[in-house]
């Protein structure tokens, strides 16, 4: 089975969110970055399907350079090889068109993303190659079993689950109970300095969106303190002043 | 021209979210001064889909063959992109529920269009078409001008209030036509706990955390959701830990939700918690430790034992619906 799993390259969930002065770029000053926690997890379903039933796990993303560290971490965890093209990524359509051009003539028999990016919350990439490449894709799965050419997928729905049958190729997105994320072992870290990196120039794609300026969110005022002795209290301000009981 | 919305069902019925779809796009089409159109997938009634004139949808659109009866995103996509070309519309409005997230890019691709997932606020007025939506998981806001002739908006649930606009609307039947390869998932079951507000569109989130010691004392915790109609929630590592269902795991890596009311109870509130729940409306906190960050990011404040204050609360939920029935 060949596998694809795609990794975006994000800031540290306990990062503070700063932008420079022109309010439209990320500042990165002192940021780390790791994978995205929900790529974290595809790519260990990937290799949990791969050493049960054999076959390779590619990785790809769309970064500049500085993105390798996070790569190298992804082949440390147990990656066969990894692709990055050479594009700084400017939303989820330009990012899904350089991974549709990329497999589209690979032969990969199942295709797996994040659920969300953690830095754009799209929700995107999958759906988005789907289309592009005339394949079936299901967002959002906590469970994703293959057995003889045929997936079974659980997807989340508005309080519950549906249970989905599919041939292969297809896209996924994994969420939270796909796998339990895997920490790279010192031999996996070791080996991963000599495993393929191959570095694709992007293609050109057109421009339908773009954001012009991000802004934190106000902070909210100080809290109100409530007695524990005076919980009707509580009950009469979410009443009379916050209007939402 | 013409803004056209998906209106999604469960079981026959509209959701919610969709007649807030609705009064959006209803904004948006008196803003481009044409009419606001619906698509409905599956088995609903026509005098269901009857209400959504209440919101001001002008024509409403149904597909109710029983290949279409379940959910599939590519087949859905296909069926929206042509009622979009057969009604002229540009734009196009639906919620960012767990099925529209999955339909909607496939759609923005079929109509090479612009699209804002999660949007929350009306486009604006100056030829930019700039949304604002949430970036950074609820740390900041992005807002996109949307440059193509095709547009697609998913909503957050919970970020617009429904709004009545009545107006006459017929239901008329659409039969696109639909590749065979758009239906190779199968649908194979739904499980879904029947009587349960679902997390990501209710109004009010009672959550709890590590601060409750063990599964078995969800029960307060429930009952407050019951008498409240609220939807319940957990930190991550209770659900990691298996005292309550992944699916109610709420933050960073979880679900983001947005209700008026986010009651966190025994949860210290890191910032991988607060990234999912921070575009709550009003936050009450309920805490042992007066020091728990979470009080920085609140409204309210009870410093106390969950095993206290809880049961209190209960109550003064009863007397308060007693007195306001
Ligand atoms: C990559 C990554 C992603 C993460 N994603 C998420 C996420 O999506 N969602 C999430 O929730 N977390 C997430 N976390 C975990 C997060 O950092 C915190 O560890 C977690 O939110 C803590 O959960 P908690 O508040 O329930 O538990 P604790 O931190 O243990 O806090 C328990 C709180 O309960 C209070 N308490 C104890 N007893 C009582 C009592 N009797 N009455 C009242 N209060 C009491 C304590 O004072 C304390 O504040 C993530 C972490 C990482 C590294
Ligand atoms: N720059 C990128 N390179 C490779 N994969 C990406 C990139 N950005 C996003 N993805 C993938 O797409 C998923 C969803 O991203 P998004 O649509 O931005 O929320 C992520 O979890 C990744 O698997």
């Known amino acids: ?245 | 021209m013409s803004v056209l919305i998906y209106a999604e069902n469960s079981k026959g019925k509209l959701k919610k979210s969709s007649f807030e779809a609705a009064s959006y796009a209803y904004s948006v089409a008196s803003m481009l001064n044409t009419d606001a159109y619906a698509i409905s997938i599956g088995e609903v009634s026509n005098e269901e889909l009857e209400k959504l004139a209440k919101y001001g949808i002008k024509k409403i659109l149904t597909v109710n063959t029983a290949q279409m009866h379940n959910f599939v995103n590519q087949a859905y996509a296909s069926v929206i992109a042509e009622a979009a070309k057969s009604l002229s519309s540009n734009v196009v409005v639906l919620s960012a529920t767990f099925s529209g997230k999955a339909l909607a890019p496939r759609l923005a691709v079929k109509l090479q269009a612009a699209y804002v997932d999660g949007a929350i606020s009306l486009p604006t007025n100056d030829g930019a078409f700039t949304v604002r939506k949430g970036a950074f998981s609820g740390k900041a806001f992005a807002d996109v001008s949307m440059s193509a002739v095709n547009k697609i908006i998913a909503i957050n649930p919970n970020s617009f209030p429904i709004a009545e606009n009545s107006q006459p609307a017929v239901v008329e039947a659409f039969a696109p036509t639909v590749k065979d390869t758009d239906f190779r998932t199968i649908v194979k079951e739904i499980i879904q706990a029947a009587d349960k507000v679902s997390l990501p569109e209710a109004e009010i989130v009672v959550s709890a955390g590590r601060g409750l010691k063990g599964p078995e004392n969800w029960g307060m915790i429930e009952e407050l959701a019951d008498l409240l109609g609220a939807a319940t929630a957990c930190s991550k590592p209770v659900s990691d830990a298996h005292w309550r269902p992944h699916s109610e795991h709420v933050g960073q890596t979880g679900i983001a939700v947005s209700p008026n009311l986010y009651i966190a109870i025994g949860i210290s509130g890191a910032i991988q918690h607060l990234a999912g729940v921070s575009s709550s409306k009003v936050i009450v906190v309920i805490n042992k430790d007066p020091e728990a960050p979470f009080f920085k990011a609140a409204d309210y404040g009870i410093v106390g034992d969950a095993f206290d204050v809880v049961p209190k609360l209960i109550e003064a939920v009863k007397e308060f619906k007693a007195t306001h029935a």
Request: contains cysteine; proline residues 5%; negative net charge.
């Open chain 1, 1 to 245: 089975m060949k596998v694809l799993v795609c990794i975006s390259n994000v800031p540290d969930t306990t990062t503070k969110i700063n932008f420079n002065d022109d309010k439209t770029s990320f500042n990165t000053t002192g940021v780390q970055f790791i994978i995205n926690p929900y790529d974290e997890i595809a790519l260990t379903r990937a290799l949990e399907l791969t050493e049960a039933q054999g076959g390779t796990v590619t990785v790809i993303n769309i970064g500049d350079p500085s993105t390798d560290a996070t790569i190298r971490k992804a082949l440390a965890i147990g990656a066969t090889d990894a692709v990055r093209i050479n594009a700084i990524p400017r939303d989820a359509y330009f990012v899904a068109t350089q991974i549709a051009g990329y497999a589209k003539d690979q032969g990969f028999d199942l295709i797996l993303t994040g659920r969300e990016s953690i830095d754009y919350n799209g929700a995107q990439v999958a759906s988005l190659l789907g289309e592009m490449m005339d394949l079936p894709s299901i967002s959002i799965v906590k469970s994703l079993q293959i057995e003889g050419g045929t997936a079974t997928l659980e997807r989340e729905i508005e309080g519950g689950k549906e249970v989905i049958s599919c041939p292969l190729p297809l896209i996924a997105s994994a969420s939270e109970g796909m796998a339990e994320p895997r920490i790279p072992n010192m031999r996996g870290i070791m080996s991963a300095r000599t495993k393929p990196l191959t570095v694709v120039e992007p293609v050109e794609v057109p421009n339908l969106q773009n954001i012009i300026k991000f802004e934190k969110p106000e902070g909210r005022g100080q809290v109100k303190l409530v007695s524990a002795d005076e919980v009707n209290k509580l009950v009469d301000l979410l009443h009379s002043e916050a209007k939402t009981i």
